[in-house]
């Protein structure tokens, strides 16, 4: 049976919760639906050299990716700010070499929700047919 858009959301909600902030204090959990109905999680997870900072959508999209699933229909991003959480630039191209077509679901602190497909936050992204 397919989570539902609530129970994704309680998900990235509790991912959120084990997120690793010491520099920004910036919490974001994402919940992460493969195309065979699994549900990978992840958090975002700061280093004191930054750019070895990992966030929290491509954290869940690795833990499936290192199980095998690579094909996905839907992410919630839980943040916890007054504005929605989207996705950061790496995160959608990271994500949109597996799943361009795949749902959004951008959260923010109030559970409020914006919906919208990756390859809308990304029009022009790039894949393999440029290679």
Do not use: W
């Given at each position: 049976?397919k989570p539902t858009d609530a129970e994704l959301i309680r998900a990235a909600f509790k991912a ?40 929290a959508e491509r954290t869940a999209a690795v833990k499936a990716i290192s199980e095998g699933h ?62």
């Amino acid at each position: 049976m397919k989570p539902t858009d609530a129970e994704l959301i309680r998900a990235a909600f509790k991912a959120r919760s084990f997120a690793y902030t010491p520099y920004s204090h910036f919490k974001v959990g994402a919940a992460l639906l493969a195309k065979n109905g699994m549900v990978y999680t992840g958090c975002n997870i700061e280093n004191s050299s930054f750019g070895l900072t990992i966030c929290a959508e491509r954290t869940a999209a690795v833990k499936a990716i290192s199980e095998g699933h690579s094909k996905f229909r839907r992410i919630v991003i839980a943040g916890n700010s007054k504005d929605f959480c989207y996705p950061c630039g790496a995160c959608r191209q990271f994500l949109y070499e597996f799943s361009p077509d795949m749902k959004v679901i951008c959260l923010n602190r109030a559970r409020e929700a914006k919906r919208m497909t990756l390859r809308e936050l990304m029009p022009c992204g790039f894949d393999s047919t440029f290679l």
